[in-house]
């Protein structure tokens, strides 16, 4: 299945390090999904490979053979993208439609598309032109620190992960180590997490900004983020603003005006704010985040929506199916109709402890009953119970996973004064039937 980002695209980690696409989550070892690797083996990063280098990554390379010679089937570093087109019936309209689909619409189609592409590279997969789209994450800097994130991608997470985990390295690929300065008793952030500061960083950015159609930003926060500014000004002085589509995965918690006059010189601007559930569940999982302040910014970006004439355009307010909101999902999919926003849905396979797969059959029928019941109000709910059907099974369900999503749940209750089980008591009550069995 031919995918822009695997042809023109950059993805670039927190930490520098380069990966074939944003969404990839096999787990399969022998893919090494997290790092891209030169014809040395030696793993990328954008301040030691050059562009050109980097575009034709071991991975690159592979999956674009593979694009040629099966132009029908999925690659497995392309898993995600599959599960999602399987799941919406291959529908290019679909709200949910796969990350696959929605860059298709890069407007690079001179230089390669998916009609044409089985004759743009050499025999080793080489490919010989800049990158057209860019995926790029500016650090770990947050301002909130979700049930489902890590240190990777929230500096406010050090402190959790070292107590639970015992230790004050993370990363699923280079890892990365973090210590405290002994009189101020504050985490030293890692140079790792901060090579855009490196001068080698601004003139590669400056090499490719004239190719760019497309700009993916997401973070940590990435309206919290100084080298974020500096990105669109660059782009903006160099008159190159004006032909590239930005994308937003935020938080939505620094919407301001200031950041909405440098959106205005962009070809157009889309955001997704990042939501999970409304409420006391909202600032349970997005700890830090305040969902007085989140419903005030939502309308903020539909206000510059309509001032812009959609060329500044609210996409979409994100959640993510996982444990913790397995029975939110249809209060926020109606909240999101009674102001008019699109609502989009994510799967999240990892961490285990909080993906849903990880629950057992007889949860997952539950569930399959209760969205069964709440078709009329859910848009999603077909497309989440084709997911649950098509995770039953000893090979998807985790108990031990299970067990560890309850010890880690009480563990941050017992740090931020929270109460899972209170806030999310039909979860608890699942649990307690139909997995505590299981789990010993």
């Known amino acids: 299945m031919f995918c822009k980002t695997v042809w023109s695209g950059l993805h670039i980690l927190p930490d520098g390090y380069i990966r074939l696409c944003s969404i990839g989550q096999n787990t399969n070892k022998s893919l090494d999904l997290q790092r891209a690797r030169d014809k040395d083996g030696n793993v990328m990063h954008i301040l030691t490979h050059s562009i050109q280098e980097i575009m034709n990554s071991d991975k690159h390379k592979e999956v674009r053979l593979f694009n040629v010679t099966n132009p029908d089937k999925w690659s497995p570093h392309c898993d995600c993208c599959e599960n999602r087109e399987v799941i919406t019936k291959y529908n290019r309209n679909h709200k949910n439609k796969s990350r696959r689909v929605y860059l298709l619409d890069i407007a690079d189609d001179n230089i390669v598309s998916e009609f044409d592409y089985n004759s743009k590279i050499d025999e080793q997969g080489n490919i010989n032109w800049m990158p057209s789209s860019l995926d790029i994450r500016f650090g770990n800097l947050c301002n909130q620190k979700c049930v489902m994130c890590s240190p990777t991608y929230s500096n406010l997470w050090y402190e959790e992960h070292f107590d639970y985990f015992k230790t004050n390295s993370f990363g699923s690929g280079t890892k990365i180590t973090v210590s405290k300065d002994i009189t101020s008793g504050k985490w030293i952030e890692p140079p790792e997490l901060s090579w855009f500061e490196d001068p080698r960083w601004w003139p590669k950015f400056e090499e490719i900004m004239p190719h760019l159609k497309h700009i993916y930003i997401t973070g940590g926060e990435p309206m919290v983020t100084p080298a974020h500014d500096i990105m669109l000004d660059k782009l903006i002085e160099s008159g190159y603003s004006k032909n590239i589509w930005l994308e937003y ?78 029975y939110s999902i249809v209060e926020s999919e109606e909240w999101c109709k009674s102001i008019g926003v699109d609502f989009h849905l994510r799967f999240l396979e990892g961490p285990e402890r909080l993906s849903a797969s990880s629950l057992s059959d007889q949860s997952k029928l539950d569930l399959i009953e209760y969205y069964t019941l709440n078709k009329d109000k859910s848009e999603k709910a077909d497309i989440i119970m084709i997911y649950l059907k098509n995770h039953m099974g000893s090979k998807f369900h985790k108990p031990n996973s299970v067990k560890e999503f309850l010890k880690f749940m009480d563990y941050l209750d017992s740090t931020r004064n929270t109460d899972w089980k209170l806030v999310f008591p039909k979860i608890a009550e699942m649990i307690e039937k139909n997995e505590v069995s299981t789990i010993g």
């Open 249 to 326: 995965d935020t938080n939505a918690s620094a919407i301001n005006d200031k950041i909405a006059k440098r959106w205005s010189h962009f070809q157009k601007v889309h955001i997704r704010a990042s939501m999970d559930a409304i409420g006391n569940q909202y600032e349970l999982i997005r700890f830090g985040g305040k969902w007085e302040k989140f419903q005030t910014n939502i309308k903020k970006l539909k206000q510059y929506q309509i001032e812009s004439n959609n060329q500044i355009r609210l996409l979409s307010v994100s959640t993510c199916f996982q444990i913790p909101t397995v």
